[in-house]
């Protein structure tokens, strides 16, 4: 097989012994795989730190050249209805597995965006297909998922990675695409993928694009230009009592930059304490944010609940 | 009700009539334009001057062909001639907004020519008389606004008009007419006679009411801190509640500010978490209190009533984003194959983008995306 161009696809480990930092898992995980006896899996944690790899990984190992006929991959956030569930996943699970091994995966990716609706139909599939078809469930929160669906998979808790894995990751990548990257460069890396390898991934790609010799700068000019600056103003209209302007400026970038409430909440939340307001002010603000996000997260409309938001800067 | 046409100036109520005299007795320019929204007392105050003042009305309104022929043999003739009887003239062009660029054709031009040479004192009355097309009008005339007439005032009104002709009523059904009907005077007293007709000044069940669009609905919630009127004012509006919540937000800080707004937005948000948990739950009760803080949540966040009149604009949220969805059409399509081939959601791709736009360009990458011409062309664009 040709290597990917794209470096989260090319450096993405393809067996067991190049999964980073992860021991623990890699481990009680390989050994199910040996005795080709996989529980339903739920694998939980942060972004970008091995979940899907994982996936894939155990699909390869038990399945082989084949492992594409016997695996099927669905993004719970992109098909996150009921009718998936039922008609996808029902689908894949009729038939026979080929090969050797008596089952068929269901790779569920984030889960924890699937409808309750979704999740309630997926336990009966669980159970009346287990004998030909296993469940690997991926999310950030497993306190999104059901109980009845954790009750049925084993758990596996992924943590972020250490910055010693990081720094490895950088060694690897840098070593095969001929990069140059000095010390403060490796640690500002370190600092922007915030344990997350795809971010890391992406960015190194996009600074190799510019320049082989990576340096600090190039990385906070990367990571710069791929945050809109305009939240900043947003939040200066607001607090100048210019809500009009802000509300205008926020619809702006959300729909420029395709952006939804979450992405921007976050944003929000790490400049209020670049304001010049008050320190009492700022928390009062933070609180305001994190009971909107709550909000956002169970369901509100994310541009109302988002002005609400933005109106609370006006504040004298 | 035209018992009640007002036979001195400062019978109309609401307004600063005495404007009107001023001008009349030493006018700076020939003519005046008085302008504002329908049924406040523009074409009553004008009669009602020709009455004090003994004038001989000469009146061109909408129901009048006002082409330029038209203007130029009635109201230009008129202008240069004495009256028959002795009188003084006063020329009224009534409703000036309502001239039409096809039919009158010509009109307005000879309109502002008749103004420059008239021997007559001439009034103009028009709602909206701020398009550009009525430029060299409003130059060449003193402007008067008269505004939308305050409720209260409007009920006091009412009231006296009531004991007068000792006709009973009931002070909660009179304030809410007055309410009702936004300042308008006109309105008000076809609505109030209407009621007598039909004996039942305590019920409030006319065609007006079943008439009600968005705007009022707004105005009321906008404007009013009595909850009973709160409470009611969405419910004869023939829009669903989100619907509603897009006008509410659209238009809300055109009224409110500071304060008053960010409370009022924190009654539309709890109202947006309450229907929320109607989708969610399927319990449809929570209606009652996303309503509830939509109207009297709303209105009660204000400290006080703003005066005047305020057009509000219909919602430009959905149009925005269906304008920015095509434009982000070829980002989606990209996002979608970028995200198939690293086994990642288009979500996150979409949240990652600002990070890999700059390797998407690369060669070996498009054509490992299988990028159509299109694509490409947007990529080069961003």
């Known amino acids: 097989m040709v290597d990917s161009s794209i470096w989260i696809e090319k450096h993405r480990p393809k067996g067991f012994e190049e999964i980073m930092g992860q021991d623990n898992i890699v481990r009680r995980i390989k050994s199910f795989v040996e005795q080709k006896n996989l529980p339903h899996l739920l694998l939980s944690g942060p972004p970008g730190v091995g979940k899907s790899t994982i996936a894939l990984v155990i699909a390869r190992e038990l399945f082989g050249e084949n492992w594409r006929q016997n695996f099927l991959e669905l993004n719970a956030s992109d098909s996150r209805g009921i009718d998936t569930i039922r008609n996808e996943v029902k689908d894949f699970c009729r038939t026979k597995s080929l090969g050797n091994v008596p089952f068929k995966i269901i790779f569920l990716d984030e889960s924890d965006s699937l409808t309750r609706e979704a999740q309630s139909s997926m336990r009966r599939i669980m159970e009346q297909y287990a004998h030909n078809t296993r469940f690997i469930l991926s999310c950030n929160y497993s306190s999104k998922i059901l109980d009845p669906i954790q009750s049925r998979c084993t758990i596996f808790r992924f943590k972020p990675l250490e910055k010693k894995d990081i720094y490895k990751i950088i060694n690897n990548v840098s070593d095969e695409e001929k990069l140059q990257v000095d010390d403060k460069a490796r640690e500002a890396l370190v600092y922007i993928s915030n344990g997350d390898v795809r971010r890391l991934e992406n960015v190194m790609q996009s600074c190799s694009m510019m320049s082989h010799e990576i340096s600090e700068e190039l990385i906070y000019e990367i990571v710069s230009a791929a ?7 947003i939040l200066q209209s607001a607090v100048n009592g210019n809500f009009a302007r802000a509300k205008d400026k926020l619809l702006e970038v959300m729909l420029k930059h395709g952006l939804s409430g979450l992405d921007i909440i976050k944003q929000i939340q790490s400049e209020i304490w670049n304001l010049e307001l008050k320190d009492e002010r700022k928390i009062e603000l933070i609180d305001k944010c994190g009971e909107v996000e709550f909000r956002m997260v169970e369901g509100s409309d994310e541009f109302i609940q988002m002005e609400s938001l933005i109106a609370n800067f006006m504040k004298k | 009700m035209k018992q009640y046409t007002p036979n001195k100036l400062n019978e109309i109520i609401g307004q600063d009539t005495s404007k009107i005299l001023k001008w009349f007795e030493n006018p700076k320019k020939k003519a005046l334009l008085i302008h504002g929204p329908s049924g406040v007392g523009k074409t009553s105050s004008v009669y009602a001057l020709a009455k004090e003042k003994n004038l001989e009305i000469l009146e061109l309104n909408s129901s009048d062909l006002r082409n330029k022929e038209q203007i130029k043999n009635v109201i230009g003739i008129a202008s240069q001639q004495q009256s028959l009887f002795g009188k003084n003239k006063l020329i009224l062009i009534d409703e000036v907004d309502g001239i039409s660029g096809r039919h009158d054709y010509g009109g307005l031009a000879e309109l502002n020519k008749v103004i420059e040479d008239t021997k007559h004192p001439i009034i103009l009355t028009g709602n909206e008389i701020f398009d550009s097309k009525f430029s060299t009008l409003r130059r ?36 809410n007419l007055a309410r009702k009907n936004n300042g308008d005077v006109r309105a008000a007293l076809l609505d109030l006679e209407r009621s007598i007709e039909e004996n039942s000044l305590e019920e409030y069940g006319d065609d007006r009411e079943y008439k009600d669009n968005i705007e009022d609905a707004l105005r009321l919630v906008f404007k009013s801190k009595d909850v009973n009127i709160l409470l009611k004012a969405f419910d004869k509006v023939d829009m669903n509640p989100d619907e509603i919540l897009l006008w509410i937000d659209e238009n809300i800080s055109r009224e409110y500010d500071e304060n008053d707004l960010i409370k009022a937005y924190q009654a539309i948000a709890k109202a947006d978490v309450y229907k929320g948990r109607i989708t969610k739950r399927q319990y449809y009760r929570f209606w009652t209190y996303q309503s509830a803080m939509m109207s009297v949540g709303v209105g009660l966040s204000k400290k006080e009533k703003q005066k005047g009149f305020i057009a509000y604009k219909r919602p430009e949220r959905i149009l925005k984003m269906w304008i920015a969805k095509q434009r982000n059409a070829k980002k989606n399509s990209i996002v979608e194959k970028f995200a198939l081939k690293t086994h990642i959601s288009k979500k996150k791709a979409y949240q990652e983008f600002g990070f890999l736009v700059k390797f998407l360009k690369e060669p070996n990458v498009k054509l490992e995306l299988e990028l159509d011409e299109s694509e490409e062309e947007w990529l080069n664009e961003n």
């Open chain 1, 227 to 233: 945050k809109p600056k305009e939240i900043k103003e």
């Open chain 2, 140 to 175: 060449k005339c003193e402007l008067l606004e008269f505004k939308a007439v305050d409720y209260l005032e409007l009920f006091e009104f009412l009231k006296n008009m009531c004991k007068e002709n000792n006709i009973k009523y009931d002070e909660t059904f009179l304030k």
